[in-house]
Each structure stands twice: as C-alpha cells, then as structure tokens.
C-alpha cells in the first residue's frame, strides 16, 4: 500500500491549491507518476467565494477543491494529506521530499506550489471578519460591496494604489493610516483631490454587527462607519522550501520564475502565488497547467533514446 514511498516519482507537487491540483491533472493525463502533498491550508479558505473564474463564480474554495479531487483521483493521482518540512536534492540529482513523520519519497521533478500567507494586521476584529468584510483584493470583493461605505488600512505600507483603485467599486473611500503616514505629498493631494479622506488616528478595533463591519473604533473615542475594509499589510511565503533551494527571490518575497514557472533550480517549479504578483485564482490554475506541459516536456526529452553514431552511418 506504501510502495510509492520507495518508487521513483515523475513528480512530486507540494501544495494542493489550484495551481498544484491543475499541474496534477496535466501531468496525470500524461500518464506520470505524481504525488501530490497537501496540508488544507489555503490563503483563500475563509473566501465567501471565488471569483473571476469563468464558469466557477461564487463557488465557495472548499466545494472547488471537492471538484478537483476527483478530477485527480481520475488520472491516478495520489494525495497524501501530509506536510513536508524539507526538500533536497540528492547526489543523482533526484529531488527528495521528507514528511513531518520522517518518511522520505523521490522524485525527477519537483513543483512547489504552496502559496501565499496574509499578514492580518493584529487589531482585534480583523482576523474574526476576514473573508467576511475585511478583505485584501478588489478585484476578489469589491463588486460584492459596491457603492458602500469603503475603508483601506494601511500603516506599515502605502495604501495610496489601493484607495485610488477601489474608487472603481464605490465614491466613498477612507484611508486609514492607523498612526502612520507612508503618503507623498503628491499623493494626499490627489487622493484628497478624487474625494478620498485621509484618516490618521490610531485605531482600537474593528467594530461588527454579526460578521459585517460596522464601524472603526479610534483610541481616541471617535469612530466612523465602514461596510468593508481592504487592508495592504504585505504577505509572506506559507513555507520556505524554494528558499531553502537557493531560488532566486523579488524584493517582494515571491520566487522568481520564467514564464515556463521554472526555477534557477534545474527541475525546480514554482506555480502560484508563491511566484507572481496577479493572485487570482484562475492565475494559480494557470500557472499550474503551464508548468505541468513543460515538467513533461522535460521528462520526455530525458526519457529519449538517443540514435548512436553507427545507427547515423
């Protein structure tokens, strides 16, 4: 029941998000070997949908996932609910993957695909409505809270991009420095110029009514309305694998891939939101699809039999 621990893998995927589980379906139609490690941690599980997906709107992260196991199982993919906690590469160049029991599989090929991890400001009420009508994309959830009360958090960096941008969905949008001020004066004249306030308080805690924000509650005793909340606080890797490979990394803190989702890590693929800025969902499947084809590719050119020369006479 176990001899996949022992036989070598086409590839080994770690992340079962969509770009993981799309490379799976690639390379399991393609009749490889793959094993796929998933831990149910993903950055949009406490989504209330997902969105712009063309024929998959509003369908909530866990019934996609649903859908994609068995599109899986199908192409005789093998999910195995465990964490890897480390990656090498051995002296034949084969990629090793050890599990948080110590157990060890092995692979030519290997795909992270782990994504991202949002850093939820710490302010009491953020984390309890996130998902709900705290959120990080405008472009996931702004139609959803169109024409409301928009508010944009932003202390530890600029949120001049994000408050400009919801002006899409809603005339009324708030930035929130919570203390800080990361703004250029260009920047507070156009932003007070498109009608935007600018508000420097600091702030106590998100205030709710069920699980729909409601206002925010300044140290000061004030406090203003709010329907929804989009915050910028940066984002770090859910697990340091391709770092501990040596992969080249942006300022950013994503993997630098090429447009194949190849790493400067021979055989190494990354597919995502651990390597682009665009972190749709229906980017992530993409990307997963695209490094499926190329892992293949790669495959057969090394499964090849080459003519010898006397076969060229």
């Known amino acids: 029941a176990n001899s996949y621990r022992m036989e070598l893998q086409d590839c080994i995927i770690v992340g079962g998000g969509p770009a993981g589980l799309n490379a799976a379906v690639v390379l399991g139609r393609c009749r490889r070997n793959v094993l796929l490690f998933d831990t149910s941690t993903y950055r949009n599980q406490y989504s209330h949908g997902v969105h712009n997906y063309?024929?998959?709107?509003?369908?909530?992260?866990?019934?996609?996932?649903?859908?994609?196991?068995?599109e899986i199982k199908k192409y005789g993919v093998t999910m195995i609910r465990k964490k890897i906690v480390s990656t090498r590469k051995n002296g034949d160049g084969l990629f090793v993957a050890r599990?948080?029991?110590?157990?060890?599989?092995?692979?030519?090929k290997m795909l992270i695909a782990t994504g991202l991890r949002d850093n939820v400001p710490s302010i009491p009420g953020f984390k309890e409505l996130y998902g709900k009508s705290v959120f990080h994309c405008p472009y996931c959830d702004g139609w959803e809270v169109q024409n409301k009360e928009l508010g944009v958090y932003a202390r530890n960096k600029n949120g001049y991009e994000l408050a400009i941008a919801l002006k899409c969905w809603s005339a009324h949008v708030t930035l929130y420095t919570d203390g800080r001020n990361k703004l250029k004066p260009t920047e507070v004249e156009t932003l007070t110029a498109n009608n935007i306030s600018i508000v420097s308080y600091p702030i106590s805690h998100l205030e709710a009514r069920g699980d729909q924000l409601h206002h925010i509650q300044f140290r000061n005793g004030d406090k203003r309305r709010c329907d929804a909340l989009f915050f910028v606080n940066g984002f770090e890797q859910q697990?340091?694998?391709?770092?501990?490979?040596?992969?080249?990394?942006?300022?950013?803190?994503?993997?630098?891939?090429?447009?194949?989702?190849?790493?400067?890590?021979?055989?190494?693929?990354?597919?995502g939101c651990a390597s682009k800025d665009m972190h749709f969902v229906v980017?992530?499947?993409a990307e997963g699809a695209k490094a499926g084809v190329i892992i293949n590719k790669e495959l057969i050119k090394e499964e090849m039999v080459q003519p010898t020369e006397k076969l060229l006479v």
């Not at 063309?54 to 068995?70: M, Q, S, W």
């Not at 770092?243 to 447009?259: L, Y």
């Open 283 to 285: 980017v992530a499947a």
């Open 239 to 271: 697990c340091n694998l391709a770092e501990t490979f040596g992969c080249d990394m942006t300022k950013k803190g994503v993997v630098v891939t090429n447009r194949f989702q190849q790493t400067n890590i021979s055989g190494l693929y990354v597919g």
């Open 54 to 70: 063309l024929t998959r709107d509003d369908i909530l992260p866990n019934e996609l996932l649903a859908l994609a196991h068995k």
């Open 99 to 108: 599990d948080e029991d110590g157990k060890e599989y092995h692979s030519k």
